[in-house]
């Protein structure tokens, strides 16, 4: 009879010392990813300050309606990656495989929902360049820079979290997600699925609602 | 960590919450005074960033190591924004 071989690497005494260890390497990361987008985060800023006007006229530009339906898409899809986490936790291997399921289908739903708005931005001329919008003034294409760059960084993340969630779908299914030990792999994508989530949290009002008066 | 995380019962009260803080910042986009209005718009969010980090990523039921872990990054984060501030808010041409 075989035995399915052990998940601990040597340098771990057991398995909690190196989930233990996985989920600090994963908040290290995460902290990384911190400053990733602090950068723009803090070039919009000192910008901002710089050109508040440009600013607010550019933040007027974006899609209100789809910015704000891809946070409630987002913010779904934490809701059923953490009962995906929950249910693992419980056994729960159809659950697991169908919350996951559902995870991927929200996030691919907010890349769909982006590319509509992409569309619609270039079609507004608000892609920096010599065909920049001539209606708006001259330091929006700063703005619109920063727009492009913050989403598409996003976008990336997101489409790196798909990923990794189609893994672990084909895993949990397999039944290989409670076998051994690797809760934590689904625990740790979890993370991984939250952080890109919180990071639209702090892009939505930035982008679309700062420089708007309803 | 504990392996037994919350309740999905409380999961999904986390989520009414983030979508009721979503609705509340798009309501302070009516508010006339303009410092009162930004002053919501940037620190709502805030609140919604804690819930999913404290919640969804399972800070609440972790130990202290992993705050200082996730406190790391705002670390530098912070320090980032402070000395820029300091360059940017004191340069006699602004």
Known sequence: MFEEPSIVAEQFEDASQQAEASRLGLWTFLATEVLFFG???LAYVVYWHVYPADFAAACKRTNLVLGTLNSVILVTSSLTMALAVQSDLARQR???????????LLG???LGVKVVEYSEDITERLLPGPNF???LPLHSQLFFCLYWIATALHGVHLIIGLCVLSVMVILAGRGKLMAGGRHTWLELSGLYWHFVDIVWILLYPLLYLLGRHL | MKTNLQSKKAIIIVWGGLVLLLLLIIASSFVENSSV?????????????????????HLCVSPKLY?????A???????LFTLVACDYLTRRWH
């Open chain 1, 94 to 104: 159809k659950q697991v495989v169908i919350l996951l399921m559902v995870t991927i």
């Open chain 1, 39 to 41: 950068v723009v985060l």
């Open chain 2, 37 to 57: 209005r930004a002053a919501l718009i940037l620190t709502l969010p805030l609140a919604q960033m804690l819930l999913v980090a404290v919640f969804f990523m």
């Open chain 1, 108 to 110: 691919a739903s907010f």
């Open chain 2, 73 to 79: 990054g705002l670390f530098w984060l912070t320090s």
């Open chain 2, 67 to 71: 705050w200082a872990f996730a406190a």
């Open chain 1, 133 to 135: 919008a001539s209606d």
